[in-house]
């Protein structure tokens, strides 16, 4: 197609060149060829500027999840413990796990929330987390999500861990 613009182009200006001399109008037409060129190669930059945003886009949604995690129940506290791991392809921070409490008629009751070690996590790596939840009375459930920091900006994941207790 590119191929096919440039040569139209270069045999318009040819043909409509008749009264210049043959050097004046080659010029005109390797002016006119490189101006063509010029906004071939921007329309080619702009397709693959909003491709890469498309990536970042579909990537950016669940970049960390939770892979592993532990729940005890002692006598009045519980304790909650995991790992959580970046499965996207560009360096995460901030990441917080975020626990909703909900009684037996999933009433929300309270929120709590703790920070992975480390705070920062490279594409792949692992980071742990911990939680004691000190009054356990009235608690059902507890739904565990995330959130992270990515280029100043803050996401959630999109799918929820649910504990339950009887």
């Not at 992975?116 to 000190?134: D, G, M, Q, W």
Request: hydrophobic share 35%; with cysteine; glycine share 6%.
């Amino acid at each position: 197609m590119k191929k096919v613009v440039v040569l139209v182009l270069g045999l318009f200006l040819l043909f409509s060149c008749g009264e210049k001399s043959e050097e004046e109008g080659l010029k005109e037409q390797i002016k006119a060829l490189n101006e063509e060129i010029m906004v071939l190669q921007e329309r080619i930059e702009n397709l693959e500027t909003s491709a890469e945003g498309e990536e970042e886009t579909e990537e950016d949604e669940d970049m960390v999840r939770i892979i592993q995690y532990t729940n005890d129940i002692f006598s009045d506290y519980l304790e909650i413990e995991g790992k959580v791991k970046n499965v996207g392809k560009r360096n995460v921070e901030g990441i917080q796990i975020i626990f909703k409490r909900f009684d037996s008629v999933n009433q929300f009751v309270g929120l709590n929330s703790t920070f992975t070690t480390p705070s920062i996590l490279r594409p792949a790596e692992v980071a742990t987390f911990h939680k004691t939840i000190v009054d356990k009375k009235g608690i059902h459930q507890i739904q565990l999500s995330l959130q992270w920091v990515y280029q100043d900006q803050e996401y959630r994941s999109q799918e929820k861990l649910v504990l339950n207790f009887d």
